[in-house]
């Protein structure tokens, strides 16, 4: 044994310096170091304080995020007739301003013949709003006895002197003339984006991909951007046909029990059902109401309300399972709250947009780690 092999250690009996008892490999990384509790709730404040800017931002965005949203929707319905005009060998910006050209057409149709239908509705609607008032005068007397009794609660508890509000008139003219104003240029927003998605949409997600430097990673990006499209595209082609059924059926059903302007109806039944259960129940009390003003007997308006809510039963629990199938089926809770709440951040526009953009969340977080709870908690 020489020198030098007795001055070297050996490993079985020494320690070794590094705490690894001589099995230290310089190739294995340092294990990650453990979230302390301050450190898990400094992660969620951070998560929850970005959902609020979020939120606020959306909120704050409406004017130009809801004109996109619905360009976006209205695209991913119109992708079948655009890869169909591909298969002929149509250049896709002459494709896309063909599919708006009709789009624009037909809604000019739908709107001039309701135009009248709707104005004329205006026109009785004093009478009419007394007619109804002499019908239901039983349970408003009702109702304001009830309320009488309780104001005099209220006087007899009450230690503050009382105070007058003085309520300013509104200028229906003006609130009028805003809306009008604000759609008119929401619906020429949307339909330029539109016109735009069709033509360089596919080409603009083909230059996204290319940027995406890791070739698993540009892979995973254009699987997602093919599933959202497929899947998204089909929902909503499912769901705009089995309205269609729904509203034709209303339609008819309306015009057997002597109902006016059963085809208005329809597409108003139609156009409501995007708005899971506050649409058919928003449609089922106009329906009522209507009902009573035309009939003298509450006999036909409850068998019209009757009728209308079975059909909507019928569509919602049976026609629109069987044709959607369980893929993308969702949790009716989640369905519920993405409609109350889109319907409170961006109006009736987000409220049509709540279950696509649900789906849309769903599909990612099936595929992004980060929105996996998304996707777990919203499957049916």
């Not at 007795?6 to 320690?15: E, F, I, N, S």
């Not at 129940?281 to 009728?307: E, K, N, W």
């Not at 409170?344 to 969340?361: C, F, K, Q, R, S």
Request: hydrophobic share 50%; net charge positive.
């Amino acid at each position: 044994m020489t020198a030098s092999d007795q001055q070297r250690p050996d490993p079985a009996t020494t320690g070794d310096t590094s705490g690894n008892n001589g099995n230290s490999d310089p190739g294995t990384p340092a294990s990650a170091p453990v979230e302390t509790g301050w450190g898990r709730i400094e992660t969620r404040l951070l998560i929850t304080l970005t959902l609020l800017a979020v939120i606020y931002t959306l909120a704050l965005a409406q004017l130009l995020l809801v004109p996109i949203a619905l360009a976006f929707l209205l695209s991913l319905v119109l992708a079948p007739v655009m890869r169909w005009l591909a298969l002929l060998r149509i250049p896709r910006p002459l494709g896309a301003a063909v599919i708006v050209l009709l789009l624009l057409s037909g809604l000019n149709y739908g709107v001039s013949q309701s135009v009248d239908p709707v104005s004329d509705w205006f026109e009785r609607a004093p009478r009419l709003l007394k007619q109804l008032e002499r019908k239901i005068n039983p349970i408003k007397k009702t109702v304001e006895d009830m309320s009488k009794a309780a104001d005099q609660v209220d006087r007899i508890a009450s230690v503050n002197p009382a105070q007058t509000v003085e309520v300013k008139g509104i200028s229906f003219s003006k609130m009028l003339y805003s809306n009008a104003r604000g759609l008119a240029t929401g619906a020429v927003t949307t339909t330029l984006l539109l016109y735009f998605i069709l033509s360089w949409g596919q080409l603009m997600i083909t230059r996204i991909s290319h940027l995406q430097h890791r070739e698993g990673r540009r892979d995973q990006f254009i699987e997602l951007s093919v599933t959202l499209e497929a899947e998204i595209s089909k929902y909503l082609s499912c769901i705009t046909l089995v309205n269609f059924g729904l509203g034709s059926v209303v339609a008819a059903a309306l015009y057997l029990f002597g109902m006016p302007n059963p085809l208005l109806w329809g597409a108003v039944a139609a156009v409501l059902n995007f708005i899971p259960y506050l649409g058919g129940l928003v449609t089922a009390l106009l329906l009522g109401a209507t009902a009573l003003l035309t009939f003298d007997s509450l006999a036909l308006p409850a068998m019209v309300v009757v009728t209308f809510t079975l059909l909507n039963i019928i569509e919602g629990q049976i026609v629109t399972p069987l044709v959607l199938g369980q893929r993308l089926a969702l949790n009716p809770l989640m369905v519920f709250l993405s409609v109350l709440f889109w319907f409170w951040l961006w109006g009736v526009a987000g409220a049509l947009m709540a279950v696509p953009m649900l789906i849309t969340l769903k599909l990612i977080g099936d595929r992004v780690d980060a929105l996996r709870p998304i996707a777990v908690i919203a499957q049916r």
